[in-house]
Structure formats: C-alpha cells, structure tokens
C-alpha cells in the first residue's frame, strides 16, 4: 500500500478517536461522530485528506460488511417476531412512503431515477439508533417496541430489492434497460441461494470440525467476498450480494460465530465509509442551500410522521400511540448512505444532489433521540395508561402496612419475591417490562405493568406505609432516578438497590439508597468458592478468604455511609416534627 495512503488511513483513525467520543459526550450516534470527523478532514474541511478515491475503495468493504450482517439478523427465528398486523404495517410503511416521496419529487421536477433513489432512501429509518434507544428506556417489549422493531425489520428485508432498484435506476439513463439488472438481480439471487442452501452449512461444518478459529474467520471472509463478486460480475452492487450472503448464513447453527468473527472487520470498514460520507459533503452546498436542507428535513420529519400516523390509526393503535410511531420513525436511516454513495457511483443521482441530502439525513438521524422522546410523552399525556393500570396496584396494596415494594422483576426481582412469598411478608412487585411482568405473573408473583419511576405509581403502591422499596432494575442510569425519587418523596423508606458492581455503589448511595448491593461481587464470590473447593482448598480457607473480601467490601460501604445516616436522622427528625407539631432543637 502507497505511504500516502497509511497516512490518509491514520488520519482517519484519528479523527475518528476524536470525533466519536465527542459525539457521545452529546449524546449523538457514533455515525454522526463519523460523518463529522470525516467533513472535518476531508477537502471541504480542513483539506488534510483531498483524494478519496483510495479511501473510498477501501471503504466500499465497510458497505458489504454492513448490508452483511443486516442479512445476517434476518433468520426466521428474529422475524417470527413480526405479527401479521405488524408486519403489513410494515409494508404499507415502505410501499406508502416512497410512493408519497416520490410522487413530491416527482412534481418539483426531479427525473425518475433520482425520484425513485431518493424516495426509497428517505423511506428507511436508523435501526442502529431506534432499536439504541428503545433498549435504554426498556421498551422492546412494549406494544410500541414491538411494532416499531416489526417495521424496522420489514425495512432490513427490503434493503435487497432496494439495492437491485439502485441498480436499475442507474440504468434507465443509458442504453441498458432497467428491466435486464432486475432480471439479472433476480437471478443472481437465486443462484446465491441454491448455494446456501445447499453447500454452504456442508463447507461451515467441515471448517468446523478442523477446529480451527482462524480458519473458521477466513471462511467466512471468503463466503462474504465470492457472494459480492458474484454479484459484481452480474452488474449488480456487491453490496447486494454480501446481503444475500448473511440472509444465507443466518438460517445456520453457525450463525452466532460467524456474527462473532466478523464483527471486528465490519467496524473498522464501516467507521472508513462514513468518514468517506463526512468527506464528500461540500461545505459550498451546505451553506449556500441551507435554507433548502432545512426544509428537506421539515418536509421528510412531517411527511414521515403524518403518513406513519394514519396508517398505525389504521391498524388500530390509538392516536398517542400512533403519533409516537410516526416520530419515532420520522427520521432517514444508515441505510439512505449506502444507497446515495451506490446511485451517485452509477449516475442514477448528481453528486450535487448527494451533497444537499447527506446532510438532511444526518441531522435527522440526530434528531431521532428527541423525537422518540416527544412522542412518548405527547402519547402520555394524551392516554394516561399507567394511571388506568394503577388501580389494580392501589387494590394489591389497600391495607398493606410495612410491605415490601419491589422495582424491578428481572431474576434478581422474582428471587426476591419468592423469597418473601415464603415468609408470609407483604409485597408488591412493579415493572414496566411487559416480557417480565408476564414471566413474573406466570410463577403466580402479584406483579403489575407500571412505570417505577411515577411519584403517582408510589402513591399507588401505598409507599408511604411500605417499609422497605427494594429497587432492582438491570438499568444502572434508571436504577439511580428510581432510587433519587423513592428518597425525595419518602425520606423515612429504607431503600435496598440492585448495584451493577462495585464502582456503581458511589452513585446509588448518593442518590439516597441505604445499602447498594453489587450483583458482579456477589457472583464472583459464589463462583469462588466452587473454584477453590474443586482445586482441594479446605472450606474454612474458602470461607476465611471470602469473609476478608465482604469485609473490604462492607469498609468500601461504610465509608459512603455517613451521608445515609444524615438522611436517615433529617428524616426522624421530621417525623416527629409531624407528630409534636413543634421543630426538634438544633443541635
């Protein structure tokens, strides 16, 4: 490789080692932290990097690794998750949007391909950032998580015919007709799946009983490069064909190791691709048409969600439900680059075109966060439902005094709950987990759909009589604001929390808990005491040694103790300043 070329390569890495962590700091995706250090570079930035093509080359491997390992999520087993009302929701999503789409570019004179390019690009949303942040606020589970991961895997599935519609719009500009690429794209899937189907698992299971790893990764390289070639020589986009290869692989038992083996690879290319993105966005265009960007993004956000609005309410939603749908999925997707930097390389779209909506999907994909945000809670306000949930809480709970509340019905949660169950102990149990309240009304626990951290779900928990609230969440950030609220609105309450491990007691101490437990320390110390026991150690040195590590740990307690008991003490104080009705003396 060319000396220039390792240091156009270094300069990325570095920017990149700047950017993204610059980007989370503002709590921005990683794509953005790309897309900005590669404009930063790039000849429209700094000009540190002014020939792309080297890089771009490179970069191309980082869109066959992504369309890759989109395929390779698609077994049946994920989509089996997609309902029929979801899944045609779905489709009318993708089939209502690009023909609105195109149908207004159509009118503001844009020619057929590039209508058709952008129209299918804009259609798509971010799986990466929707499917990010529906984890973090532990809403996958929830009607809206499922019917938003519905639409998005209907999306994943579409990306093939996509990228052969890229292909075909390329070629409606020159003497090729459009219908030889989607003739050949058909074909050349066809064989692709003959061979995956059958030959395909016969190479993986014969790499796999040579047990040996690397050979295992360069088999997998190998399926992934001859499907793009294929394809290529096809004339077809070797991204489709890495498409087609994970679709392929994702039905066998090897599924997980070559997702496992491959991941490294795609990252590395795949952070090169959109720094190349970043690279090709023309400051010139973007402050010139500013004005025309922004309402680019007004026209897509508004577009996206009216249309997503009408057909959730057509499959039945309610109309908060629906809206937060329609935000949530307003905003362009990863996917919109690919098939940008795809039709600019075949004159389906102009360059100049490709430089005004990079920038409109970016800004979308950053505003993705906060439109999910709003949309949940405009459809809050307008259906309450965990106040209409509240009442059978209100009813578990009438006449419980010094009952335990319990936070949180993951397995730390249940075992609790079983174990107080046993002792005849009164407690409540509360999640707003769909998935583990089920699993938790399965094994016969009195838990209940409610968001835990509501002053009006702690009202209706009877908190104010409860002894103890036992905050155990897999969330450490939702942990905190649970435990900071039960502290503000009942200081008398002893508060027991679930600590991620030991570094994440500080946190939770300050934030009102009385003792912080570490779920990692715990099981380190039961995983131990096996250990030492199968390698002969005597029990009572087992027992000595993991005595002397739950001291050092209790210390570590006690020593962010005192704030605990100053609340502790703030809180008797007032009790019986309630009761006397006089202030106790300062002392």
Known sequence: MHHGVLF????????????????????????????????????????????????????ELGVVFLLFMIGLEL?????????????????????????????GLAVLGFSVPSAVVIAGALALSSTAIILKQLSDDRQLHTKFGRAALAILLIQDVAVGPFLIMVQAAGDAGTETSPWVSILTGIGAVGILLLIGRYLLPRLFRYIALLKNPELFAIGTLFVVLAASTLTEVAGLSMALGAFIAG?????????????????????????????????????????????????????????????????ALMARFEKGSALRVGMSLA??????????????????????????????????????????????????????????????IEAETD?????????????????????????????????????????????????YFADGSRPETFRAAHTDEAKIAVVALGNPHATEKAVALLRHYYPHLKIFARAQDITHIGPLSRSGADAAIPEVLETGLRLSDHVLAACDVPQEEIDAEIAKFRRADMLLMNELAPRTQR????????????KSGTVPPVS
């Open 567 to 578: 609340r502790k003490a703030e809180a008797a104080d007032a009790k019986k300043t309630d």
């Open 75 to 103: 077994s049946r087993e994920r989509l089996r998750v997609i309902g029929g009302r979801f899944a045609v929701l779905g489709l009318f999503q993708i089939g209502v949007s690009m023909a609105v789409l195109f149908a």
């Open 399 to 447: 006449g419980f005094q010094q009952h335990v509340l319990v936070i949180g019905c993951g397995r730390v949660g249940r075992v609790l709950a079983r174990l107080l169950k046993t002792r005849n102990i009164p407690y409540v149990v509360i999640d707003s987990d769909a998935l583990q309240v089920s699993r938790g009304r399965a094994e016969g626990l009195p838990v």
């Open 331 to 392: 905003a362009g997707g990863e996917f919109a680059f690919v098939m940008l930097a795809l039709a600019a390389q075949n004159g389906a779209i102009a360059p100049d075109l490709v430089a005004v909506m990079i920038p409109v999907v970016a800004l979308s994909m950053a505003l993705t966060p906060t439109l999910m945000t709003v949309g949940q809670r405009i459809e809050e306000k307008l259906h309450p439902k965990e106040d209409d949930q509240l009442g059978p």
């Open 8 to 59: 156009e390569l270094f300069l990325i890495l570095t920017a990149a080692v700047i950017a993204v962590p610059l980007a989370h700091r503002l709590r921005a995706n990683s794509i953005i932290g790309f897309l900005i250090g590669g404009f930063c570079i790039g000849p429209f930035g700094f000009g540190l990097i002014n020939e792309r093509q080297e890089i771009a080359t490179v970069a």
């Open 247 to 311: 679709v392929m692989l994702a039905e066998t038992e090897f599924r997980h190791q070559i997702e496992a083996d491959i991941t490294p690879f795609r990252g590395v290319f795949l952070s090169l691709f959109f720094m190349s993105v970043g690279m090709s966005v023309n400051a010139d265009i973007v402050f010139t048409q500013f004005g025309t960007i922004v309402l680019w993004l007004i026209a897509l956000i508004g577009t996206k969600t009216a249309l997503l609005f009408v057909l």
